[in-house]
Structures are given as C-alpha cells and as structure tokens.
C-alpha cells in the first residue's frame, strides 16, 4: 500500500507517494537535504545547479558503492571457494586417518 509523505527538502515542502513507510521516506528527505545543505553552504550556486550537483554527488556515492559491494561479494565467493576445498581436504584426510588405522588395527591383530 502506498504511503502519502510530506518531506521537507533544503526548506521546501515536497509530498512523495511511495511503497516504503513514512520514516524511511523521512530518513531520505534528511539525507538529500543535508547534501544540497553541503553543496549550497560550499558553492556559490542557485537551488537548481545545487540540485543537480547534489545528484550527482550522490550517484557518484551509489555507484562507488555498488563497486564496493560487488568487490565483498566477489571475496566472500572467494572465502566460500576456499572453505569448500578445507572441507573437501578435511575430509579426504578423516578417510586417510580411517584407512591408517584399519591398516594398523590389522597389523595388531596379525
């Protein structure tokens, strides 16, 4: 169901219609208010240049970190690759321990 929420951006009043709840939706409008507050108290620019440099400061932020996320994603896969072969390893060397002792149980008996 979607939401009905009035979110306050660099002092304006905007109203979003969206799936996630309201204070995710507040927790956005913070987000992007605070980083066009950055921009406007940095530069020497109108709400509009802001608005655009304020999005692409935060394209630049989700593309970088979607670069991270895929590099955690690639080492785990490597750590899960790694883990596998310990196992394989661990238990090709339980069989081994079982045979040599099989071996040394029959030379005890012999």
């Not at 996630?20 to 605070?34: D, L, T």
């Not at 304020?54 to 996320?69: G, H, M, R, Y």
Request: proline share 0%; net charge negative.
């Amino acid at each position: 169901m979607a939401n009905r929420v009035v979110i306050t951006i660099c002092e304006e009043e905007y109203t979003f219609i969206a799936e996630e709840s309201a204070a995710y939706m507040q927790k956005v409008g913070s987000y992007v208010s605070e980083k066009m507050d950055e921009v406007l108290n940095s530069t020497r620019v109108g709400r509009a240049d802001a608005a655009v440099l304020t999005a692409v400061n935060i394209a630049d932020e989700l593309f970088k970190a979607q670069v991270s996320a895929e590099q955690l994603r690639s080492q785990i896969k490597g750590y899960l690759d790694e883990a596998g072969k310990a196992q394989s390893q661990v238990s090709e060397l339980k069989r081994e321990i079982l045979r040599l002792q099989q071996r040394l149980d029959s030379r005890k008996s012999s």
